[in-house]
Every structure is written in structure tokens, then in C-alpha cells.
């Protein structure tokens, strides 16, 4: 019951908000979910849930569950990590019905793609 309690995702908030961008930042809980079992002496937050952030993020934004058809270009380029600062951001390319994300803090790529949605 205890893991009922603890967060799934860092506290966003919103540095900047453009018509079709936005940019998020956030500290990833030391007490996160996803850290129980997922390398107990090296705890890192997995790909897949990096994904999952941007999407829940996205549909918050746009106000609409989207539906991914596929990712492209996806690259995890560095372990994101208990108590890291992340930033966030979206670019939303309503034309062609995708997201481009990217994960970072200060130089560092944490995670990056390029989301396709059902048209």
C-alpha cells in the first residue's frame, strides 16, 4: 500500500508557453515509483517512462488524449537520475500531427524523439 503514495513523475512547472511550444522543469522524486526494483544500487528513471511523461504532459497542454502511432528518432543519451533537475520541452507540430520532445538539464540530453500522432 505504501507504493500507492509515492509520485510517478516530477512537479512540473512552466518556464515558458508559446503557441506551439513548451517548456517544463522539474526535479525527479527521490522516492519516485518506478526507482523500487529498477536498479536498487543505481536507481535511474527507465525510457519508458520518460515517454510516458511527455505524452501525460502533452495531453495536459493540448487539453486532449493523443494517441501515438509510432516514435521516431528516439535516443536515451544519458541515465536520468534521483533528485535531477530536468527540463522539458514540446514542440507541437499540429501540420503534421507530432510532438518533437527533448529531456535535458543544463548541457546534458537526457532523452529525445520525435512523437507520431493518429491523424
Known amino acids: 500500500m505504501e507504493q500507492l503514495n509515492k509520485p510517478t513523475e516530477p512537479q512540473w512547472r512552466i518556464i515558458r508557453q508559446e503557441e506551439n511550444c513548451l517548456r517544463l522543469?522539474?526535479?525527479?522524486?527521490?522516492?519516485?515509483?518506478?526507482?523500487a526494483g529498477h536498479f536498487d544500487s543505481f536507481?535511474?528513471?527507465?525510457?519508458?517512462?520518460?515517454?510516458?511523461?511527455?505524452?501525460?504532459q502533452t495531453q495536459?497542454?493540448?487539453?486532449r488524449e493523443i494517441l501515438p502511432v509510432r516514435i521516431d528518432n528516439l535516443k536515451f543519451q544519458q541515465f536520468l537520475r534521483p533528485e535531477?533537475?530536468?527540463?522539458?520541452?514540446?514542440?507541437?507540430?499540429?501540420?503534421?500531427?507530432?510532438?518533437?520532445?527533448?529531456?535535458?538539464?543544463?548541457?546534458d540530453v537526457y532523452g529525445s524523439g520525435l512523437i507520431v500522432l493518429n491523424k
Open 84 to 107: 535531477a533537475e530536468v527540463e522539458m520541452l514540446l514542440i507541437w507540430e499540429p501540420e503534421k500531427e507530432r510532438i518533437k520532445f527533448k529531456l535535458t538539464s543544463n548541457n
Open 60 to 63: 495536459k497542454w493540448l487539453q
Open 25 to 35: 522543469t522539474g526535479r525527479v522524486p527521490l522516492d519516485l515509483l518506478y526507482f
Open 43 to 56: 536507481p535511474l528513471v527507465p525510457g519508458v517512462v520518460e515517454l510516458q511523461w511527455v505524452v501525460t
